[in-house]
């Protein structure tokens, strides 16, 4: 019996061999690239560069005899196939635009230590990037002009340029745009205070703006009494997030406002609604009534709360 069990793993552990050297060498090595165009910042960052990231993010790929065995060349492949993908610097857009996006990239990683990946490192300790070297990484990044960083990507741009239309958004109107119930449009609210800014809903930025009688009258808490000219506007972008996490207003899509004056807005409790779209400021809603349907059924929810308003400051709401 024991002879025998003994006999079954030493088959098994042949086949396993068998299979291991059959894997080896059907598994194809990785093939270097000819260099393209090389990445050339300063003699010291290249040879950072070179020593702690080429092994995967350039053709140049040059690995040690343990990298080249399955099953760890399989991971090493995946890796490097990912990381020529993403960056590659020897295939380098050394204009300044792209350049700069991609440093500001390094420094992130090196800084918060995400590159060179972890397991790499234990194996590869000569990859590793000391604290000298990623300041010298910074420094260098830190003085590219600054021109150059905003320019740096084309939605970058457009949202600025729409930004600044919307700024003078009424100064570019031949009228003033007229809600069907009889509220106009002004740019007044972008002096007022802000009241929130939400980055939670789709993929917008929303931010809330209170003119002084409505701030008054959130800050004493008269939820049950905010006086006739009491406005709220909110305003909506699409987001834009560029490639170090910053979110900023993209697209403009609509401005809504909400104007206290009991005696007019009778049918939507008090509060007057209006909704213009686009930079052109179309009004939402064909009939002075437009709002008993489209608007205030979502904001009766908050009718004894904060006095029809959403956007009232967290403190305030949990006091509640
Ligand atoms: C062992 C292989 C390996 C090494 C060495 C390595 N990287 Fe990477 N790197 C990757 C892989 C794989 C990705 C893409 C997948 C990911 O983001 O995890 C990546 C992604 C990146 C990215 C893009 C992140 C993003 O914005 O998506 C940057 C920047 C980067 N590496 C910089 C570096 C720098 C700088 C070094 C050298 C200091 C380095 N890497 C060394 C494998 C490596
Ligand atoms: C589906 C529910 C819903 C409808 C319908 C709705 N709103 Fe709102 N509104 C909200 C929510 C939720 C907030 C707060 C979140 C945010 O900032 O978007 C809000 C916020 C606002 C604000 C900022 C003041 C505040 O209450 O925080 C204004 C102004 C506003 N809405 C106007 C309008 C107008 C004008 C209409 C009709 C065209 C409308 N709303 C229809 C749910 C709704």
């Known amino acids: 019996m024991k002879k025998r069990t003994i006999k079954i793993v030493l088959i098994a552990l042949t086949g396993i061999i068998i299979l291991f050297l059959i894997l080896q060498f059907a598994d194809k090595p990785l093939e ?124 970058k741009k457009i949202s600025d340029d729409e930004f600044k239309l919307w700024r003078n958004i009424e100064h570019h109107m031949d009228s003033v745009p007229l809600s069907p119930n009889g509220i106009k449009y002004s740019d007044d609210f972008k002096n007022w205070k802000v009241l929130s800014l939400n980055t939670l809903y789709g993929e917008t930025m929303r931010v809330t703006y209170g003119n002084d009688i409505l701030v008054k009258a959130i800050e004493s808490e008269q939820f049950n009494s905010i006086p006739d000219g009491a406005i709220a506007v909110k305003a909506v972008w699409e987001q834009t997030q560029n490639k170090y996490g910053e979110i900023t207003p993209g697209k403009f899509i609509n401005v809504q406002f909400m104007v206290k004056d009991a005696k007019k807005h009778k049918d939507t409790e008090g509060w007057g609604f209006a909704k213009f779209s686009t930079q052109n400021l179309i009004p939402y809603g064909k009939t002075p009534d437009f709002a008993v349907n489209a608007c205030i059924s979502c904001h009766r929810l908050k009718a004894k709360e904060t006095g029809y308003l959403f956007n009232v400051p967290d403190k305030i709401t949990f006091k509640k």
């Open 32 to 155: 270097n690239r000819p260099v393209i165009s090389e990445v050339n910042i300063n003699p010291e960052i290249n040879a950072v560069f070179q020593r702690a990231c080429y092994n995967c993010h350039s053709n140049e790929v040059s690995l040690k005899w343990f990298d080249k065995v399955v099953p760890i060349s399989w991971i090493v492949k995946r890796d490097v196939s990912y990381a020529r993908e993403v960056m590659n610097f020897s295939e380098w857009d050394s204009t300044p635009a792209a350049e700069n996006g991609k440093l500001w990239a390094i420094l992130n990683m090196v800084k918060s230590y995400k590159m060179p990946l972890e397991n790499y490192l234990t194996v590869h300790p000569e990859a590793n990037v000391t604290d000298q070297e990623i300041a010298l990484i910074e420094g260098y990044v830190r003085a590219l002009p600054d021109e150059n960083f905003a320019k740096d990507t084309l939605r």
